[in-house]
């Protein structure tokens, strides 16, 4: 059996975080696989054990934004960010997160990133 923290994809994705369903925070993905992820941000209070939403937005072409959300727990944090795990995710789901990892995809700029989700 692979372990969850085997063969890991290094990225620079930009996330919107959630608690509770709602967008609290920015971060970007450093690395992960399938199973968790490591995510730098700035969120204050971020603990073991504590369930976190993240949400990536994609361009897939010039005008199609492409949303996909991913519901974690809280594994470890440090002074620069936090590991997650990533529940349960379908086959189609752990297959887009893989893609999205290899390609380094392009994510909106920051400032953009709560605006989008505003008017979505």
């Not at 967008?23 to 073991?48: Q, W």
């Not at 005008?63 to 991913?70: E, I, N, S």
Request: a negative charge.
């Amino acid at each position: 059996m692979e372990h969850r923290c085997s063969e890991r994809y290094t990225a620079d994705i930009k996330i919107l975080i959630y608690r509770y369903g709602i967008p609290v925070a920015i971060g970007r993905i450093k690395n992960g696989n399938r199973y968790g992820l490591y995510i730098e941000s700035d969120l204050a209070d971020v603990h073991p054990l504590q369930q976190l939403g993240i949400e990536v937005l994609v361009y897939r072409s010039a005008q199609k934004l492409q949303r996909y959300k991913f519901e974690s727990i809280v594994v470890h944090s440090n002074g620069r960010g936090f590991g997650l795990e990533l529940d349960t995710l379908s086959e189609d789901a752990a297959t887009q997160l893989t893609e999205m990892l290899l390609a380094a995809p392009v994510t909106p700029q920051t400032t953009e990133l709560f605006a989008m989700v505003a008017n979505a």
